[in-house]
């Protein structure tokens, strides 16, 4: 059953501090939560860094980084107390990032091993995926794929998300077995 953030968004929200979303290399809009079983990841997007127009896209790149530096580091003694709060109300590893400009950096995150059982002609997928350096291993392989489906069919996956949480509701509110 996917996770609903709403509680989870709802207490960060009232835990990230205001300085946050007013500081230079502050909040521009609100910030992105997500979750699983495992794990909520919040990515801070923040807002583009005050550039001479037309700068090229290394100087571009640079400022970018630097800002994301500079609030990971003002921010960090402050992202550890309330992911410890958070860990223990909700039972999940909490992770950060910050987005800029469509990239997304994560600071900490974790990886989770999932175990799953392939015929040869999805080996074969994954082999040539390695094979074509596009990646080094074949679990790498299978993040990729994770990922790219994950892209190409986000509406669709966005709709099954939102049926799974309709029937968690209707359930819910069923008779007790």
Not at 108 to 129: A, C, G, N, Y
């Amino acid at each position: 059953m996917p996770v609903d953030t709403t509680e989870i968004k709802t207490w960060f929200k009232k835990r990230l501090p205001e300085d946050w979303y007013s500081f230079n290399e502050g909040f521009d809009s609100e910030v992105q939560v997500l979750a699983d079983r495992d794990e909520i990841v919040l990515i801070g997007p923040l807002a583009e860094p005050d550039l001479a127009a037309g700068a090229d896209a290394d100087a571009v790149e640079t400022a970018r980084r630097a800002s994301v530096k500079t609030w990971r580091q003002q921010t960090r003694d402050r992202r550890i107390e309330i992911a410890a709060e958070a860990q223990e109300r909700f039972g999940k590893h909490v992770s950060w990032g910050a987005s800029i400009g469509g990239d997304r950096f994560l600071f900490t995150h974790i990886s989770v091993p999932t175990m799953t059982r392939l015929k040869i002609t999805e080996r074969q997928v994954l082999d040539t995926l390695v094979d074509a350096g596009v990646a080094s291993s074949r679990s790498e392989a299978l993040a990729w794929c994770v990922r790219y489906a994950g892209r190409k069919e986000e509406q669709w996956l966005n709709d099954l998300k939102a049926a799974f949480m309709s029937v968690s509701e209707v359930r819910a509110k069923g008779p007790a077995a």
